[in-house]
């Protein structure tokens, strides 16, 4: 997938779920905004996980897989509906018993590089998907844990958010380096 065919993505599908707050950001282009990015590597995924639901974005986009489980500390959810697929929680997300199964996580949280750390801890204990990671270059923080990352890894900006994506393969053989994602 190169940056001129996400670009060419069509995401008009969402203009059932968003606000018109979100379309802007949601319909930018791919190396600024993620979401076309996300809507490609959910594509033929079955489980995927969306830490960090915010207003719901993220979620929306990667609605093109069969499913998607999406968590936040609090609801701060603002879609005119949400996609049959996806759904909602707030609590803690590494107490769901079926997260480290899933295909693909996408990590967006509050980018302080604490919660980023334990996570990734976390997921060293079984999962064997690909972890998608946003605002890698944002701060000093963020910054700081993923350059710590040991695992194979890739850095998307080019084609993800302009504050730095970046995506971990926590098993290389299963994932053969992601072969949705360019």
């Known amino acids: 997938m190169t940056l001129k065919e996400l670009n060419n993505t069509d995401l008009s599908y969402s203009d059932e779920y968003l606000n018109d707050f979100a379309k802007n950001?949601?319909?930018?282009?791919?190396?600024?905004?993620?979401?076309?990015?996300?809507?490609?590597?959910?594509?033929?995924?079955?489980?995927?996980?969306?830490?960090?639901?915010?207003?719901?974005?993220?979620?929306?986009?990667?609605?093109?897989?069969?499913?998607?489980?999406?968590?936040?500390?609090?609801?701060?959810t603002e879609l005119k509906k949400k996609p049959k697929n996806v759904t909602f929680n707030i609590g803690n997300c590494m107490l769901d018993k079926n997260i480290l199964n899933a295909d693909l996580i996408l990590l967006d949280t509050y980018h302080d590089g604490t919660f980023e750390k334990v996570f990734?801890?976390?997921?060293?204990?079984?999962?064997?998907?690909?972890?998608?990671m946003d605002d890698i270059f944002l701060n000093k923080e963020m910054m700081t844990v993923w350059y710590g990352i040991k695992e194979p890894k890739?850095?998307?900006?080019?084609?993800?958010?302009?504050?730095?994506?970046?995506?971990?393969y926590f098993n290389e053989t299963r994932l053969k380096r992601c072969s949705n994602c360019g």
């Open 25 to 76: 950001d949601f319909n930018g282009l791919a190396g600024k905004e993620h979401y076309r990015l996300l809507n490609h590597i959910c594509k033929d995924k079955n489980l995927v996980y969306d830490i960090g639901s915010y207003r719901g974005s993220s979620a929306v986009a990667m609605s093109s897989a069969k499913k998607v489980v999406s968590y936040d500390v609090e609801s701060l």
């Open 120 to 132: 990734l801890d976390f997921l060293r204990t079984g999962f064997k998907g690909i972890l998608l």
């Open 154 to 168: 890739d850095d998307l900006t080019s084609i993800g958010h302009y504050t730095g994506t970046g995506i971990v």
